[in-house]
T-cell receptor, first 115, second 113 residues
């Protein structure tokens, strides 16, 4: 069974630009979550999508958005990039129970560098 | 709000020895899951072990076991017979009804040959 696939693996963008990251979950997984990892803040939850609907959202500005398609693939978009957006962005997929995700499988991440 | 605290930033252990990584957490929920994730230099987050809060028995996975103290809100990871491949960053994490994972700051574990 293929794992969680994130593309691209590395990205360099200029301040003010926008970026789109992609995540293909494990087949059969309908929940996709996104996390930002930085040395200073650690791992922080961005948002979760389930059946094409945003189910949960973290404390990030509106410049961070996402969506999920009918095949459960997800994209996240960051507009008007700032230097502080440089981070490793991790995607996780899971088969949710009715009330919570009991096990998340992570992709290898997209390393975003904003210059 | 949920919080996860890992107070040790780094640890070192000799190959073949045993090491324990500490984690404390706080949540107001009765039903939740606790996890230990490993992140090697490749950056891939790998699930090491999972504990369901309503289960009193401590989870074990081969060389990895946990000491889950629900009343004390403590969740430590014991690695037995440490191997060089165990060198990585280890994160303690918690999930509840909102399905989001709350992570600790992580601990860097180095296994010395």
């Amino acid at each position: 069974k293929a794992g969680v696939t994130q593309t691209p693996r590395y990205l360099i963008k200029t301040r003010g630009q926008q970026v789109t990251l992609s995540c293909s979950p494990i087949s059969g997984h309908r929940s996709v979550s996104w996390y930002q990892q930085t040395p200073g803040q650690g791992l922080q939850f961005l948002f979760e999508y389930f059946s094409e609907t945003q189910r949960n959202k973290g404390n990030f500005p509106g410049r961070f958005s996402g969506r999920q398609f009918s095949n459960s693939r997800s994209e996240m978009n960051v507009s008007t990039l700032e230097l502080g957006d440089s981070a490793l962005y991790l995607c996780a997929s899971s088969v949710p129970s009715p009330h919570m995700n009991t096990e998340a499988f992570f992709g290898q991440g997209t390393r975003l560098t904003v210059v | 709000a949920q919080t996860v605290t890992q107070s040790q930033p780094e640890m070192s252990v000799q190959e073949a020895e045993t090491v324990t990584l500490s984690c404390t957490y706080d949540t107001s929920e009765n039903n939740y899951y606790l996890f230990w994730y490993k992140q090697p230099p490749s950056r891939q987050m790998i699930l090491v072990i999972r504990q369901e809060a309503y289960k009193q028995q401590n989870a074990t996975e081969n060389r990895f076991s946990v000491n889950f103290q629900k009343a004390a809100k403590s969740f430590s990871l014991k690695i037995s017979d440490s191997q060089l491949g165990d060198t990585a960053m280890y994160f303690c994490a918690l999930t509840g009804a909102n399905s989001k994972l709350t992570f600790g700051k992580g601990i860097t574990l180095s296994v010395r040959p």
